[in-house]
């Protein structure tokens, strides 16, 4: 979004020589070599980074629903891979035993309660500063992302084949998020990216909107008892209208009367103007 934050360098790293043992030790803890190929390491610190900073678009500091669904999910992949127990959990125990009395459910949660995981929810993890328990460490990966970037533009030899065929490890990590993640050009989907609800949560407050507005605007169609009605409704109206109209002009003309009849104190004329009038209204 326009104005939003964005990831940037640590000013105090900025003539970092590539060859720094420090910042060696960090990439190769991060990434790994596949078919001669530097690789981010799938839900490492790196992965995270770019999955969940580099590519966020809700506002740094609201919660992200949508990153924390993803985190979720990723470490209950992790758990399904890592033995009998994660297979446990997520397969019907001999088929009759479904999802172990709920206990998916129960992980889920204690998932979704893991400070580190409401840090990279709200965006805690990527901020520059002490603040962010993995700054030590993020402000080398930040250098690792920014070269690579840049040599992917000017197609360094470190990111380029014998074929001169790309080999960016962040724009690999990047594509795959993407890919687990597509991104929803719908009004919703758009919604839900950049304020950090779910879709089916953005859905529901369209469809809310689009309630109210209805509820608004609506304007019920005629029944055959409102036409017979009309006519019936324009008399009684005109009648109600009327009566009102000629009460007060009687009661002005009274009043007209009485100022005369002060006027001319002590006349036979005024008391017989007031009787000629009442006797009228009978």
Known sequence: MYGSDISASDPSLKNLDESDPTYQSIIKKYT??????????????????????????SPFGVFDQNIMDDLIQKKEKALENSGIFGKII???????????????????????????????????????????????????????????????????????????????????????????????????????????????DAQFVLATINYYNYLAEHRPPETLADILMKPVKAFVTGE???????????????QDINAKSNQEKGTKYSLDYKFRFQTSLV
Not at 32 to 57: G, H, M, P, T
Not at 91 to 113: H, M, R, T, Y
């Open 32 to 57: 790994a070599k596949k078919d001669n190929k530097i690789q981010v390491i799938e839900a490492s610190l790196l992965d995270n980074k770019i999955r969940y900073c580099d590519n966020r678009e």
């Open 240 to 254: 109600s209208l009327y009566r009102s109209t000629l009460a007060s002009q009687i009661t002005q003309l009274k």
């Open 90 to 200: 997520h397969q019907n125990l001999f088929g009759f035993v479904p999802d172990l009395l709920g206990l998916k459910d129960g992980i889920e949660k204690l998932i979704a309660a893991d400070p580190d995981a409401q840090a990279w929810a709200s965006g805690k993890n990527c901020v520059m500063g002490e603040s962010n328990p993995h700054w030590k460490e993020m402000r080398y990966l930040q250098k690792f992302v920014e070269r690579n970037r840049i040599c992917t533009q000017t197609k360094c030899e470190d990111n380029t084949d014998s074929a001169g065929n790309l080999q960016d490890p962040v724009l690999a990590a990047t594509t795959r998020y993407r890919q687990e993640n597509p991104i929803d050009n719908s009004t919703s989907g758009q919604l839900a990216r950049f304020s950090g609800l779910r879709k089916t």
